[in-house]
Structures are given as structure tokens and as C-alpha cells.
């Protein structure tokens, strides 16, 4: 009978997925498939799967190791500031938690260029930023902080804050306080209790948030693009190149479908261990 | 029961906050700026405001991108919170497969999801871009979102509850309604918002779904880029937050976020007092 | 892809007649146009609706259809009636790239609401045309891709009947290579490809695109985020060709390149950004850029590298696809009219190519030669053409290699 519900439960989302997300995306396999033919269709006359093989390239390394770079340091610092604050909504804010919650989404309800634009105004050589530091006098002169690593990192950062906060806050929130009292009362530390009780309950709420940052930042290749400079390149970026100048789809959903599998798998592999790691997930 | 203010944390909240807000200011500034595009500060001038009624192609797009993204925030959230709420709860057969699935659109690059549907409706129905295939489109990039968060909360939830209340005479709906709703309400709610964020801001799927009269706001303002942003679209994201920010707190004054944050925090966590 | 209608059926009594009632045309305003422009112009738009292939062989229509630039046994175009056009036209465009008051003269004129789509990079937008406008009925295609379109069967040819204006271009333009006789495709606007420097951070006059090198700008350097441009600009300034095929000329470029990585900025083709910024002192830009630029700050200038340049210009055409043929036509009419060319003009700094548009032109734009240069410097520049697949994958693959 459980087995039953849990099939009902997820099978209107199943259908849906399938219908609209599996069926195209086998389409685009098909087509990695084949060639790039005249008038840059595709041509699947022949198939095969020599895409695949010239993917491997080493050219894609570098690119890709930026992405990895990226997404795994964009996770580290979502995690690292999205827990207190998650943390800081949920025990302080009272009567005000949904309205702290919106909060945090309502700088993502403007327009994605141009709160990159206002980054750029900020992080620029002569910016608020620089100014402000040379003014109280830490610097005497500009920093060069637009088009690096740091200006990407902080913009990836600042995209996929609230992805963490939010699953964070869902978690945390549900911490019963009287496991807290005990555990307060078990641990002499307020680490000790955060790392033998806080933590672990709310792992859930971890893994989530890591989830909803590290995929897609992976993928990710506006952001680097537009606040990044010439060392910043992704391999989204790549593929991306592949379709649109390259016009070889075939060759760019070959090297997608790659960057896809290693990505699931690296991420499957991860939940894995952790969920052997944590109790009763 | 008290809970001591850590001074220290509401220091660093208000920092988060500051850092999640400076583009907005900055923003909000330039939307005053007095040059017609580019990125230096010219001078103070209110005319972005005025100019931005009258352009129909703007206003437009911005209406076809809400229309967008409160089907997307209805669909998936429904889909997806089902879809979360079943996989944390229930063991069946597939499971493990059913999480894969939930992962596979987050990795999928953007492009190949856009050209996948772009194919996908050319070749089965000849679609040619439309606002349905974005509302499709949107719906299908959400769900994972959505299901994620949704899940993280059902995994903590004790499932006796449910049972408890069909053992007390409550019908299946009754159950699912009373006790399991209300307790992944907060999950739905997050998935929700993230859901609209991703909708409102989203431009790779969109360019390739889109075709006549179905032009978004991205859309419409990325390829301003090319002669130059003009600040009446700073006016514009102005006025959308200031809105959104008005209307939220109409609703708090109206009490729609509960006393006591009750529908917030779940029942059985309330602290004895 | 496959390809939607084999081609194998042409209904034509049918078609015919729903075409006839589309258009409101009378059998005796059918045969006048068949007489005028030859039957196989006249009934293509049929044909292609009916295949969803490209309009009959060129060689075909040409011995039926007048040459465009000479004068036919046409009566003069008043004297027969515009057959009416739709009552919508669907058009894909950049944003900001036809004047507002062209649109709204043009829908009072003919009744026909215009709705326009709008993409930010060709590359986007090709792939949503795919072989037939993807439900546009025009769209302004880069001039060297026209080849590919007229091959793939995506744009028809036009019917010159209901395009009088076209006596307004330049002779120079009215025979363009990639487009013999302007059959397909009406040019739009041009430009030229060269570099952009702010005066004030950096007081040497400057003449070649070597300037892009220099290392007293290190870190204020721009290029474009375009292999076909950025490599361009290097072969050019080895002294070859920017279409090059020879693998030796490209390997040259790519070393000369990789040089020049670590002092650029930021390779983007948001120049308008990054120039008024104020980061970037110097930067490879398209030359209507700079008006932009200058609009924010003056010191900005702009040249075209002694070593010789890029040029592009694009067209208007009508898509095979097209519902609205009639209304594409006669809105391409409506923008080949020299006040409205003149109108585009000033509205996005791009040169036309419509000779009598430029006593309505902006005098600011016409004298300044770097949008309007003299023949001889515009003679000198090369254009991009659209490279084939193999050789597009070398260049690409070099691309990709310094980017890495």
C-alpha cells in the first residue's frame, strides 16, 4: 500500500519529466550522434559515436577544471554564509521569518544583466569598492578586481546564495529546540553541540543546498563570461561555442552529454558516501 | 523561554544582507542616471521613468515574463513538491532511478535543454516558439528545484504522523491535507520562490521556446546589449521591486505570515511554553 | 533534422486559389504581376509554401524575371495596384534597430501591425530561423551568410514589383557578391571593424592595431569575444588574409594572439560596457559602437587600423516561412524609402546603403569617416566571409585553445 502511495506521489512529476525533459533530450542524443552535415544540419546518416571520442580533446582541460574550480569553491562559500544567516532567520526572526525569507529572494526578482552590470560598477577600477577602500585607506590603489577569478567567484557566490539559504532555512528550521536544550545540556562547547547535533540533524538541508549550488554552477558560463576576463573560461562556455560559431551540434551535445555524466556521477558517488556517513538519511 | 541575541550573528546577518542588496542600491542609483547607455554616471535625471510607459515592447515582455512564471511556480510546485514529498518518504521500486531523473535537468547545460525542447516541438507538434512552450519549458527546468528542497524537508518528517491521523478516522486526503501539507508548507513555499526566481531570470531555454509575441523580459533586454542597456531598464527592475516589496508587506500587515510565525514552524516544534 | 514536406506534391490549382484569396488578388491582377515579373517569381511564394523548399533555381527565375538593376517592359510601379498587404508582420530583430517612427508610419500607411521578436547574437538567431524563419516572416541576416540561407531554401527570392524603392541604393550595392542583383536579399547597413581608444588616458595618437599589444595599457586592453574578428584583426596585421585557409597563417595568428593574452582585460562584445566603464582604455570594437561610447564620454576615438580592417554589413530578407509575404515585401519598401534609411541611421550610427537617404542623414554621421569613409579606405577592408565547416573548425579550435 506505501508503495503504492509513493508511486502516486511521484508520478504525475515522473510523467511530466518524461514526457518534456527525457523525449527532447533523447533527441539531442540522437543527434549527438550524427554529423554536422550541409547547411550545418545534422546528418545522421551514419551514426556513430566519434563525437564522443574527439571530446576527449585536451583543449577542454583547462575549461574544465575552471568549472570545477568555480562550482566547487561558489558551493563552499554559499554553504559557509548561507548556514548562519539560514541559522539567524530561523531562531530570531519570529514573527518575521517568511518576510526575512522573501527578503533574501527579492534582489533576484530584477533583471540578471543588470545587477551584473551594477557588480561591475561596483568592482571596477575606479568603483565603489576601490574608492571606498582607498578612502579609509587601506589601499592606495586600485585593486583590479573585475574580469578575475575573484569578480567571478563573488558573482556565482552572490546567484546561487539564496539556492542554499533556502533549503538551509527549510532544514534548520525544523530543528526541535528541546533536542538543542539536551544537547547543550550533553556538550560543554557551542561547537561541540553544533557539530555533534545541529549539524547532523540538519544535514538534509546541507546536501539540498549543496545540490542546488554546485550542478548548476557547473553548467553555469553567463557569469564567468560577463564579470570574468580571458583566464576565466568554462567548459559551458565551450559548449556553448560549439552550437552557436561552431554551429556543431553534434559535436557540442557530445561534449554536453560528457560534462553531464561526469558531473552526475562525480555528484552520485558524493551523495553516496555522505548518506553512508550520516544516520538515517 | 528566551534565546539569547547573539550580537555577533545579527552583525554578519546584516552584512549577508548588505552583500545580497548592494547591486540593488547600485542599481536602483543608476536608475537615475542621466545617459542614455553605458556604465559611467552622468548626472541625475527622472525622465527613465516617464519613457518606460510608453514603451510597449518592454512592458509587454515584462507581462509575458510574469504570465511565465506564475504558470512555472504553479506547475512545478505542484509537481515537484509530490514528486519530493514521494521520493523521501516511500520506498518503491524506481527510487534511486526517480532521484537520478531529479538530477539530470540541473546538470543538463542550458543550451542542450533549450535546443532539446526547440526540437522537440518542431518536430512532434511544429511549434515554432509560442508562450506555451515557455510555460512548458519553465515548468520543466523548475521541477528538480523544487523536489529537492521538498524532499530535504519530508526526509525529517516522522511518517507516523500521517498514519496516526488515518488511524483516527482522517481519509487519505484529509491526512494529506491536515498533517503533511502544513508540515512541508515552509519546503513548498522556498521551492516556490526559487522557482520564480529561476523563471524570471532565465535566458538560454527561453531564447530558443520563444517566437512571436512571446518575446521576455530577458530576452528583450540582452539584446539591448547590443546598441547599449538604456537605464529605463534599471527603472523598470526599480519598480518591480519596489511592488513586490509593497505588496509583501500589505500581506504581513494583513497577517498572511501567521502570528507567532506559527506557519512557519511546525506544530509539534512549537517550544512548551 | 529532417526535412518537414518532401517536396513531392505541389497542389498548385488549390494553392492558387487560396493564395489568390489571401491576397485579395483578382485573376486579372494575377496574370498582370505573372506578365510583369515572370510567372515563376510571381507564383514562388506559392510553390514554397507548398514544398517548404527553397523558390525554383536562380537560373530558372532569371531568364523569367527581369535583371533588377536594369529597366524592364514594366509599366511604372504606380500604375498598377499594391496588392494589400496582411494584417500582421512578424519580425526578428536586434532591439533599438529600426527606428520607432518607421514602424508607426509604416503601420498607419498599410493597417498592418508590425510585432517584433528580438535576439542578442546572430549565432542565437540562425539557429532559431533554421530552414524556413521559425514562424518570422523577416529578419536581418549578416550579408557573407545570405549564400548559406539562399541554399538552405530559407529566404526567398523577392518580388521586386512591390519594391520600387530599390532605386534609392547605391550602385555599389546593387549587384553585392554574395547576392547577385540583390534577388534574396535587400542590404541594410554596414560597418567596419577597428579600434576604440579613450583620448584622455591615452594621449598617443594612434594609427594601427599593434596599439592592442602595447604594454603600457597591460590590463586595459579589450579585444572582441568573436573568432572570426578577433582572428581577423591578427592575420590582417601579419599581412594575410582574414578569411585565410592555410593552416601556417592561422598557427602565426594564434602565437601572435596568446602574446597578447595576458595584457587584455576581458575579450566581450559588450563594448559599450566595458569602454564607458572605464577599466578598458583601449579596445577592438565595432565602429557604430564609438557613437555610443562617445555619447557617455567624448574622448573616445576610433580609427581603422593602418594595416587595413574588417567590414560586415547585413540585409533584410523574407523568409520562405513566411505567412505575411506581402507585408514583408512592402515593409522592406518602407525602409528602402530614403527618409526612413536616413531615420535608421541616426537612430543606430550604421551607414546605409541608400544613396538618396543621405540628404536626410545626420550631417554629424556623414562626415565622419569612420562611419562613412572615403571609397578608397572602404576598398581597402576585408570582409568575414562565412567560412565552411572544416575551416571554421581550425579557426574555432585556435579559438578555443587560446581562450583555455
Known amino acids: 500500500m506505501a508503495r503504492l502511495r509513493g508511486a502516486a506521489l511521484v508520478l504525475p512529476g515522473v510523467t511530466w519529466l518524461v514526457l518534456f525533459f527525457v523525449v527532447p533530450l533523447a533527441i539531442i542524443f540522437v543527434v549527438s550522434l550524427g554529423q554536422r552535415g550541409a547547411f550545418d544540419r545534422v546528418d545522421l546518416s551514419s551514426p556513430n559515436f566519434n563525437n564522443y571520442a574527439r571530446a576527449f580533446d585536451p583543449i577542454f582541460l583547462p575549461t574544465f577544471v575552471n568549472s570545477l574550480r568555480y562550482a566547487a569553491i561558489t558551493t563552499i562559500l554559499s554553504l559557509a554564509i548561507g548556514y548562519p544567516i539560514a541559522y539567524w532567520i530561523s531562531r530570531y526572526g519570529g514573527r518575521r521569518k517568511a518576510l526575512l525569507l522573501i527578503l533574501v529572494m527579492l534582489p533576484f526578482w530584477t533583471s540578471y544583466l543588470i545587477r551584473t552590470y551594477s557588480w561591475m560598477i561596483i568592482l571596477r577600477d575606479n568603483g565603489v569598492l576601490n574608492s571606498l577602500l582607498q578612502a579609509v585607506g587601506l589601499t592606495h590603489e586600485p585593486l583590479i578586481l573585475m574580469n578575475t577569478d575573484v569578480s567571478v567567484i563573488l558573482g556565482m557566490t552572490y546567484g546561487f546564495l539564496p539556492f542554499a539559504i533556502l533549503p538551509l532555512f527549510v532544514s534548520i528550521d525544523r530543528l526541535d529546540s528541546n533536542l538543542l536544550a539536551a544537547g547543550r545540556d550533553l556538550y560543554a562547547s557551542g561547537r561541540a553541540v553544533f557539530l555533534h547535533v545541529t549539524l547532523p540533524l540538519t544535514m538534509p538541508g546541507v546536501i539540498a543546498a549543496s545540490l542546488l549550488t554546485f550542478i548548476p554552477a557547473i553548467g553555469d558560463f553567463v557569469t564567468p563570461d560577463l564579470l570574468g576576463g580571458p583566464q576565466t573560461t568554462t567548459i559551458a562556455k565551450n559548449i556553448q561555442e560549439l552550437f552557436l560559431e561552431g554551429r556543431d551540434w553534434p559535436y557540442g551535445a557530445a561534449l554536453g552529454f560528457i560534462l553531464m555524466v561526469v558531473t552526475l556521477g562525480g555528484t552520485l558517488v558524493a551523495l553516496r558516501t555522505l548518506r553512508r556517513e550520516v544516520v538515517g538519511s | 523561554m528566551s534565546r539569547e541575541r547573539n550580537p555577533l550573528l545579527t552583525l554578519f546577518a546584516i552584512g549577508v544582507y548588505g552583500f545580497l542588496f548592494a547591486p540593488v542600491v547600485v542599481l536602483i542609483v543608476f536608475s537615475f542616471n542621466n545617459a542614455r547607455r553605458g556604465l559611467a554616471w552622468r548626472g541625475f535625471t527622472f525622465d527613465w521613468y516617464p519613457t518606460l510607459f510608453s514603451n510597449d515592447e518592454l512592458l509587454d515582455a515584462l507581462w509575458i515574463t510574469l504570465q511565465v512564471a506564475a504558470v512555472a511556480v504553479l506547475l512545478s510546485t505542484v509537481l515537484g513538491s509530490l514528486l519530493g514529498l514521494g521520493l523521501a518518504r516511500i520506498r518503491f521500486r524506481g527510487r534511486a532511478a526517480t532521484e537520478t531523473l531529479l538530477l539530470v535537468p540541473m546538470v543538463t547545460p542550458e543550451i542542450v535543454m533549450g535546443l532539446s525542447l526547440l526540437l522537440f516541438f518542431l518536430q512532434l507538434f511544429d511549434g515554432r516558439g509560442s508562450v506555451a512552450q515557455l510555460w512548458v519549458a519553465h515548468t520543466t527546468f523548475c521541477i528538480s528545484y523544487v523536489a529537492v528542497v521538498v524532499r530535504a524537508r519530508a526526509a525529517n518528517m516522522n511518517p507516523a504522523l500521517e498514519e496516526a491521523a488515518r488511524d483516527l478516522g482522517a481519509s487519505a486526503w484529509g491526512a494529506f491535507r491536515y498533517v503533511t501539507l502544513p508540515l512541508i508548507a515552509p519546503a513548498v513555499l522556498a521551492g516556490g520562490l526559487l522557482a520564480f526566481s529561476l523563471s524570471f531570470d532565465d535566458y538560454v531555454v527561453t531564447t530558443f521556446n520563444a517566437g512571436v509575441g512571446s518575446s521576455t523580459l530577458p530576452l528583450y533586454i540582452y539584446s539591448k546589449v547590443k546598441f547599449g542597456v538604456t537605464p529605463e531598464i534599471n527603472a523598470i527592475s526599480t519598480i518591480v521591486v519596489a511592488l513586490t516589496a509593497l505588496a509583501i508587506l500589505a500581506a504581513w500587515r494583513l497577517g498572511a505570515f501567521g502570528r507567532e510565525g506559527r506557519t512557519i514552524v511546525a506544530e509539534e516544534d512549537a517550544p512548551p511554553t | ?393 581550425e579557426y574555432l579550435k585556435r579559438w578555443q585553445e587560446l581562450r583555455g
Open chain 3, 1 to 393: 533534422m529532417s526535412e518537414r514536406y518532401d517536396g513531392s506534391t505541389i497542389d498548385l490549382e488549390k494553392a492558387l486559389v487560396r493564395y489568390m484569396v489571401e491576397r485579395q488578388l483578382s485573376r486579372r491582377e494575377l496574370l498582370e504581376r505573372i506578365a510583369r515579373v515572370g510567372s515563376a517569381a510571381a507564383l514562388a511564394p506559392i510553390i514554397a509554401a507548398c514544398t517548404g523548399a527553397s523558390t525554383p533555381s536562380p537560373a530558372a527565375s532569371a531568364s523569367a524575371a527581369p535583371p533588377s538593376t536594369g529597366a524592364g517592359p514594366t509599366p511604372s510601379p504606380s500604375a498598377t495596384p499594391v496588392p494589400s498587404p496582411e494584417a500582421e508582420l512578424f519580425i526578428f530583430n536586434w532591439t533599438d534597430y529600426l527606428a520607432e517612427e518607421v514602424i508607426e508610419s509604416f503601420e498607419a500607411k498599410y493597417k498592418t501591425k508590425v510585432t517584433q521578436s528580438f535576439f542578442s547574437n546572430t549565432e542565437e538567431a540562425y539557429a532559431k530561423l533554421g530552414t524556413d524563419g521559425g514562424g518570422y516572416d523577416l529578419s536581418f541576416p549578416i550579408s557573407v551568410d545570405v549564400p548559406t540561407f539562399i541554399e538552405s531554401g530559407a529566404i526567398v527570392k523577392l518580388d521586386k514589383s512591390l519594391l520600387p524603392n530599390i532605386k534609392n541604393l547605391g550602385t555599389e550595392w546593387s549587384d553585392p557578391g554574395y547576392d547577385p542583383g540583390n534577388a534574396y536579399s535587400v542590404p541594410y547597413m554596414w560597418w567596419t571593424t577597428g579600434v576604440g581608444y579613450d583620448s584622455a588616458k591615452i594621449t598617443d595618437e594612434l594609427t594601427s592595431s599593434k596599439a592592442l599589444w602595447d604594454p603600457r595599457w597591460a590590463q586595459h586592453i579589450s579585444m572582441l569575444d568573436d573568432f572570426q574578428e578577433v582572428f581577423g584583426l591578427a592575420l590582417i596585421q601579419l599581412g594575410y588574409s582574414a578569411n585565410t585557409d592555410k593552416a601556417a597563417e592561422l598557427d602565426e595568428a594564434l602565437v601572435l594572439l596568446k602574446q597578447q593574452k595576458p595584457l587584455v582585460r576581458t575579450y566581450s562584445t559588450d563594448t559599450i560596457a566595458t569602454l564607458t566603464s572605464g577599466d578598458v582604455w583601449i579596445g577592438h570594437i565595432w565602429g557604430a559602437d564609438r557613437f555610443a561610447i562617445q555619447e557617455v564620454n567624448e574622448n573616445v576615438l576610433y580609427y581603422i587600423p593602418e594595416e587595413g580592417g574588417v567590414k560586415g554589413s547585413d540585409t533584410v530578407a523574407v523568409f520562405s516561412g513566411a505567412k505575411h509575404p506581402i507585408a514583408a515585401h512592402l515593409f522592406i519598401d518602407h525602409i528602402l524609402d530614403a527618409e526612413n534609411s536616413a531615420a535608421n541611421t541616426n537612430l543606430i550610427y550604421y551607414m546605409g546603403p541608400n544613396a538618396a537617404a543621405k540628404e536626410f542623414i545626420d550631417p554629424a554621421i556623414l562626415e565622419d569617416p569612420t562611419i562613412n569613409p572615403d571609397q578608397e579606405i572602404v576598398d581597402k577592408l576585408e570582409e568575414l566571409l562565412n567560412l565552411a565547416p572544416a575551416l571554421r573548425d
